[in-house]
Structures are given as structure tokens and as C-alpha cells.
């Protein structure tokens, strides 16, 4: 098990972000938005900039990514230009030597059982391109979209049936969408899972709120233990936490000290 962050959780400017990632203690850099834009919209040789800049710092980038499939089901043009997204993001995953970027499932209409069927008619195309460039596709299961929870990915992955189709698994976003993250849902998917968001979560005053990795309800010394014995990929913190009066890259530090705390007392650092 590998440790990185995804960088704009620290900051749009690249060497910023990645000279804080390696004084925490992450190898691994996840690409998302940088210099106030998506990865997807970047030139190749920008992307190949960014890479030089990791390298730089004693880092590689473990992915890029797109927001494909962040649409309404119903949304034609919206479609069309997810998969013009999703071509570009295979490209710029090639160019880097890489092998998967993520994807969504359509945002949260009514549930997952009412647009199963559509939902896999509409990613046969994706999944058809991913086959064609030999590039997984990595579904994170999104509480604001159709695929929220490990369960619901489970049925996902038993429609598709499709060697091209893995797991980006976050428990944090399994929290927000109702499920018990670790071990429910986690058991449901950790076969096919090809890598991981971290983020902690709780409910305050009846409210979803984010937390530090450790400091809110989600078993993190359960899963992280089951992680780091078992999975051979990265797992990427994306805290979303923002410390109150403070910023987005002073709640990535607390985050990741939070994370690397229960590796110690586990062991793992």
C-alpha cells in the first residue's frame, strides 16, 4: 500500500502541493485540478510538466481525474461529451505510463435500482473505449450519484461484468450515502478494488460534517489495517475537511498526521 493526496486538496499550484505531499510523508500524487483547471483540459505537455515536477520532488502520480459521467442520465449532450472527456483523460493516462483513471455513475435520481439498466447501457461505450486502449476504469462510488455505497458498486460490477471496470473505493462517501463503510461496504467490493479516497466523516447535530482521518465515525484502524495487509495500490487522501477559520491545506496536514498516527499505532510506519 502506497500513500499519496490528491494535490489540490493542498493547493492549484503544483509545486506548492507536491513540496507539502512529500514533507508529510506521501510517494504518490493524485492529479485532479491544477492551476485553476481540470487535468482533462491540459495540454500533453503540460501534463508532461507536471510529471517532472513530481519527479522533482521525490514523487509519482498515481492517476489522473475526470469528472466523466458526473451528468444527469438523461442528459444527451452532457453523454456525448463525457465520453470525449473520458477519451482525453485515457490519453493523458498512456502518456503518463498508466493504468486506470476514474468515472461516475450519473447523479442521484431516484436510485440506483429504478436506472441499473440504463446506467450499464450507457457505460457499454466507456467500457468499449477502456478495452480498445487497454485502460481500466475506476468507479468511485459517489453519494451524489447513482453508485453511493459498497453495495450498490457490488450490483454495478454484477450487471457490467466487465474486466475493464474496477472500484475506486471511499468510504467517506459510503458514510455520507448511508452505509457502514468498513466492513459492510468494504466487503462488498474488495475484490475489485484498483484504489482508494480517504476521507473521515461523522454526523453532528444531525448533520453530515467532514472530520480528520481518525476523528470521526468511520473504523479507520479496521480498514486501514485491512488495507495495508491486503491492497497493492495507493490510497489517495481527499479529506474535504477544512479546519474552521483555517485552510483547506492546513485540514490535508491534520488529515494525513490523523492517517499516519493510526499506521503507527497499527504498526504499518
Known sequence: ???GII???ISQDPNHAFRVAKRLGATQVEIRDVWGKN????G???VLELKKIAQTHGLEISNIDSYAFKIYIDDKDGHAQSLRILRRAIELTKLLDLSFTRIFT?????????HLDRIADLLSPALDIASDEGVVLAVENEYSCMVGTGCETRVLLDVVKSQWLKVLW???NAFFARENPYPDGYTQVKENIIHVHLKDACVENGSFKFKPIGSGMIDYKGQ????ASSFRGVVSLETHYIPPGRTREDGTIESFNGLLSILSRL???
Open 1 to 3: 500500500m502506497k500513500l
Open 7 to 9: 494535490s489540490d486538496e
Open 39 to 42: 487535468v482533462c483540459v491540459l
Open 44 to 46: 500533453d505537455n503540460e
Open 106 to 114: 450519473f447523479w442521484w435520481q431516484g436510485g440506483l435500482t429504478k
Open 170 to 172: 471511499d468510504p467517506g
Open 224 to 227: 486501514l489495517r485491512e488495507l
Open 267 to 269: 504498526k504499518y510506519v
